[in-house]
């Protein structure tokens, strides 16, 4: 009851002031309520007070303002925008949009973009960083030649494509590479991924092999020619991701996945050598559990180890972890040149072969002869492309994951950017 009462007053007072805001002199009301006993509004008590309103010209108004109460200081455009949390929205128009990207285009930028090479080389400092870059590029070398002959036979071709893979794609790579450190070379999880397709649609002519080959089924190919094709699918793929800029997903790859994909990687490589350090002919495995039937295979035919072969492997690995160990920090402090211990290996290793007849002897494999010499271009068999379009694709994912990875570690430890499109397209 109360609050209607209250609601009836607030009207009345409404329709009061309404009636008299036109007149010349405005009545300042004063209201005095007094409620009853009951709960509900006796009497309503108004007394108006006459106030004359008359016209102000503008010096009384400036003379009637304090000055020391007005704020001078000018406001910005930036400050009012900060004080009232002001957000511009920008224009979602397409052809604005493109008419920007458009007036910003220029052949000088484009022609940088697509080769990084162009605008670092005429700044680079030659007198302060070719000596140390010559001694990287001659270690780096060194290493590519028995990595090359081991991670071809992972790859089940001859050796020699191992060392023309270490010659051609860095004069490739280092024209389009936003990269400044990564050499680009053979790979050992890539090695083993190359192998199953060749290992699939290639028919080795082995003269201790008792199959049958039948041209009806399929063409011959030999192994090097199954991979000239899947180097042609993967580089293909590479430029199609780079194309439609798919590069920046490489932002998508944390140290947790970069970090298990390269010890699975590790452990893949070092099963793929077992059978090599025992000198076992284990069958090749394919499809799923693959990892765990070659170690089976391993234990099975642990007896037929050729003892030569694993007491020259152990020799080697030995000699390669006392240099890493001892040797090469001694010799860091005296020589900026490094001992090249895996070519005087390969070499030393060669020269016991062959003086001490190991393969006729104690049946140990060698790698055989090698061509001297480039080989004379030829076109890879393209009807085989629809065969390898699978295999082609996670070799390219793979190949750019282990690739970003590596250029990103050594990005961060110097401090400059990589573009993950511009890897794809290099």
Request: net charge positive.
């Amino acid at each position: 009851m109360l609050k209607y009462e209250l609601c009836r007053l607030i009207k009345v007072c409404y329709l009061k002031l309404q009636r008299i805001k036109n007149a010349t002199d405005i009545e300042i009301v004063k209201m005095s309520i007094e409620p009853s006993t009951n709960g509900s509004i006796q009497q309503l008590n108004i007394t108006p007070s006459p106030v004359s309103v008359h016209s102000v010209t503008h010096e009384e108004l400036n003379t009637s303002i304090n000055p020391s109460t007005v704020s001078t200081h000018p406001v910005t455009q930036e400050e009012f925008n900060t004080t009232y949390h002001y957000v511009d929205i920008p224009e979602t128009d397409l052809f604005r949009t493109l008419k920007k990207h458009v007036a910003r285009f220029s052949k000088k930028s484009c022609l940088f973009c697509l080769l990084p090479v162009l605008r670092w080389l005429p700044t680079y400092k030659w007198k302060q960083n070719f000596i140390s870059d010559f001694i990287s590029g001659y270690t780096v070398a060194v290493i590519h030649i028995p990595q090359g002959l081991a991670y071809s036979t992972l790859a089940g071709v001859p050796p020699a494509v191992g060392i023309y893979t270490a010659i051609f794609p860095v004069f490739i790579y280092f024209l389009y590479a936003s990269s400044r450190h990564v050499n680009m070379g053979t790979f050992a999880i890539v090695s083993v991924m190359v192998s199953k397709p060749v290992h699939s649609f290639s028919t080795p002519l082995d003269s201790n092999s008792s199959q049958t080959i039948t041209s009806t089924l399929h063409p011959l190919y030999t192994p090097t020619q199954v991979s000239m094709v899947i180097c042609l699918v993967v580089g293909i793929w590479q430029v199609i991701f780079g194309v439609v800029r798919l590069g920046s997903l490489s932002v998508l790859m944390s140290e947790t996945l970069i970090s298990g994909f390269t010890t699975g990687a590790a452990v893949l490589v070092l099963t793929s050598q077992m059978e090599h350090v025992f000198e076992i002919h284990v069958p090749y495995r394919d499809g799923p559990f693959k990892l765990i039937y070659t170690y089976i295979d391993l234990v099975r035919m642990i007896e037929q180890t050729n003892y030569v072969a694993l007491i020259l492997t152990v020799c080697v690995v030995m000699i390669l972890i006392i240099n890493v160990q001892y040797i090469k920090p001694r010799l860091a402090k005296k020589t900026r040149f490094p001992l090249p211990i895996e070519l005087i290996m390969v070499i030393l290793g060669t020269l016991i072969s062959k003086q001490f007849q190991l393969s006729e002897m104690f049946n140990i494999t060698v790698v055989g002869g090698i061509p001297t010499g480039l080989p004379e271009p030829s076109v890879p068999p393209l009807p085989l492309i629809p065969n390898v379009l699978v295999d082609s694709l996670v070799i390219a994912l793979v190949a750019f994951s282990i690739n970003i990875s590596m250029a990103t570690m050594f990005a961060r430890k110097d401090n400059y950017k990589i573009d993950g499109n511009q890897e794809l397209l290099a």
